[in-house]
């Protein structure tokens, strides 16, 4: 049975999933969930997800939420396929896993809101961000940047030498604030080892396949 992905291109968290994917280079459906109309509060999505969000997730008799956890999943079954996204080695795996966790609990809390005011707001209803709100913000995810720098200057990646999960969780954040505001990637191009990190990780084929291969273009 194919692999099933309920989705829709503009949550960040589905395009984790289309990204592990594609670095696995493996065969999958999307279905196109459309948050405009709240259908991922649907009773036959609240079926996949009973928290209502997404992506859900199917892989024959597997059925899985939540972006993270399927990733690895994917990283686990399909461990012989495509890129290897988690080093098997202790030593390797334990620094991937903090970058990963620095992810969910540092770099996902400061960009939230950025991605709501600057890139949900336009995508869902036509309308523009508060540029207050996000003046607030901008000074905190700059400071989190001055930590991945410092990390950046002493490997080529966050996990170490190799891209791995902990690089590709970020991913998708990157490309949409990048690409909502010259303010906004100038925020991550001005730190160079983030300058390069950034311009690396937005030009892997994966990362080019999925946002060719779905239609997905700068600015909606």
């Known amino acids: 049975m194919a692999i099933k992905v309920y989705g829709s291109m503009i949550s960040t968290a589905t395009l984790r999933v289309l990204l592990c994917l594609a670095e696995k280079d493996l065969d999958y459906e999307l279905i196109f969930i459309d948050l405009a ?14 928290f209502g969000q997404i992506p859900a997730f199917e892989d024959g008799d597997i059925k899985l939420i939540e972006s993270r956890a399927i990733m690895q999943y994917i990283v686990r079954k399909y461990a012989d396929k495509g890129t290897e996204l988690m080093s098997s080695d202790p030593k390797k795996m334990a620094e991937q896993s903090v970058w990963m966790e620095v992810e969910s609990q540092k770099f996902e809390p400061a960009t939230t809101k950025l991605i709501w005011e600057l890139c949900m707001k336009r995508f869902l209803f036509g309308k523009k961000g508060d540029d207050a709100v996000v003046a607030e913000l901008l000074p905190a995810l700059g400071r989190l940047l001055d930590v991945y720098e410092a990390r950046l200057s002493e490997s080529k990646y966050l996990g170490g030498d190799g891209f791995s999960l902990a690089d590709l969780y970020h991913v998708p954040v990157i490309k949409f604030l990048t690409e909502a505001e010259t303010k906004m990637k100038k925020l991550f191009h001005a730190r160079p080892h983030v300058s390069a990190w950034v311009t690396d990780v937005l030009s892997r084929p994966a990362c080019l396949k999925v946002f060719c291969k779905h239609a997905y273009c700068k600015g909606g």
């Open 37 to 50: 109309t709240g259908e991922h509060k649907s009773p036959h999505m609240l079926s996949n997800n009973p």
